[in-house]
């Protein structure tokens, strides 16, 4: 089992139209190319990524074929019209919380 892992701030002024665009296409999305969501923080104070949310799939092979995919080349497009500083890798998955 491996995990994705991502981060990232929302931009000033669009949280409503990120949450929304999240709720609504990203995650249904990432589902689809097979990655299973599992976790979201979101960090209140401090110097971390404002978002921090990590996906499981069967193996690395899974996620980078989702990843180049045009499906993916979209969503990610659109997630970066609502953040900055957007970060992805790949981890082997382990028990409790990664970075």
């Known amino acids: 089992m491996v995990k994705l892992l991502m981060s990232w701030d929302i931009k000033a002024g669009v949280e409503q139209e990120y949450f929304e665009f999240v709720v609504r296409e990203f995650v ?45 080349q979209a969503l990610q497009d659109k997630l970066e019209t609502y953040v900055d500083n957007l970060e992805k890798k790949i981890i082997r998955a382990g028990g409790g919380f990664q970075l």
């Open 28 to 72: 249904p999305g990432i589902t689809r190319l097979g990655i299973q969501p599992i976790e979201a923080w979101y960090t209140v104070y401090g110097n971390s990524p404002q978002i921090l949310t990590a996906g499981v799939a069967d193996s690395k092979e899974v996620i980078e074929k989702a990843l180049s995919t045009e499906e993916w």
